[in-house]
């Protein structure tokens, strides 16, 4: 699996959009990039996905460069509750090690 | 429908004990992994398995066993316990289903406290 870069922290005013920036740059033609989302000391949560097309969903959206060698996770309206740890990964949906980075700590300021 | 079932949920060690994460999927899924949470950290990931009978370590599998005898269950083993292994334990469970949407399940954790 390739491995992503992202930003050890980042803050956000509740009620605004939440850009998450990662950079996969030796991202393969066959791995998605999967995001992530860890609350306190929960498991993980699955938010969203995608190969190189643009994706939304009820919980966010996903934009992938080009070129692939970088997605942003866009929560549009930030809630307290989105406060969490945000991990990137990329990932051929047929490989088996799996590795996470260290994530991103965003947190929704009031 | 239980997903993946880890237990214990707790337990405290004392130092040189033993003991074994059990780790239960009803997905049928062949990749079974292993990770470690210390306070304010990322997940490291301890071993995986890509099927039954196959084990292969990874980024921090010192201090630790597995085994895989079934789809269902991968078990971890710690054999000497040391305060360093005091974290939060979770198991994931993944498909290789192609464009399936999310492919990678956790379990709730498991938090160890060596003392």
């Known amino acids: 699996d390739a491995k992503t870069t992202q930003p050890p922290s980042m803050d956000c005013a509740e009620g605004r959009a939440a850009n998450l920036p990662c950079n996969h740059s030796?991202?393969?033609?066959?791995?998605?990039v999967y995001w992530y989302r860890q609350i306190h000391s929960q498991g993980p949560q699955y938010i969203i996905h995608?190969?190189?097309n643009n994706e939304t969903n009820e919980m966010a959206s996903l934009i992938i460069t080009e070129d692939r060698k970088s997605s942003t996770l866009i929560l549009p309206h930030a809630t307290l509750r989105d406060t969490a740890v945000y991990y990137c990964?990329?990932?051929?949906?047929?490989?088996?090690?799996?590795?996470f980075g260290e994530g991103t700590q965003l947190t929704v300021n009031p | 429908n239980a997903g993946v079932t880890q237990t214990p949920k707790f337990r405290i060690l004392k130092i040189g004990q033993s003991m074994t994460l059990q780790c239960t999927q009803d997905?049928?899924?062949?990749?079974m992994y292993w990770y470690r949470q210390d306070p304010g950290m990322g997940l490291k990931l301890i071993y995986y398995s890509v099927g039954a009978g196959i084990t292969d370590k990874g980024e921090v599998p010192n201090g630790y066993n597995v085994s895989r005898s079934t789809t269902e269950d991968f078990p971890l083993r710690l054999e000497l316990a040391a305060p360093s292994q005091t974290s939060v334990y979770f198991c994931a469970t993944a498909t290789n289903l192609r464009g399936s949407g999310n492919t990678i399940y956790f379990g709730e954790g498991s938090w160890l406290t060596v003392v």
């Open positions: 997905m049928n899924h062949n990749y």
């Open positions: 990964i990329v990932r051929v949906t047929s490989g088996s090690r799996l590795t």
């Open positions: 995608g190969l190189k």
């Open positions: 030796t991202i393969s033609g066959n791995e998605y």
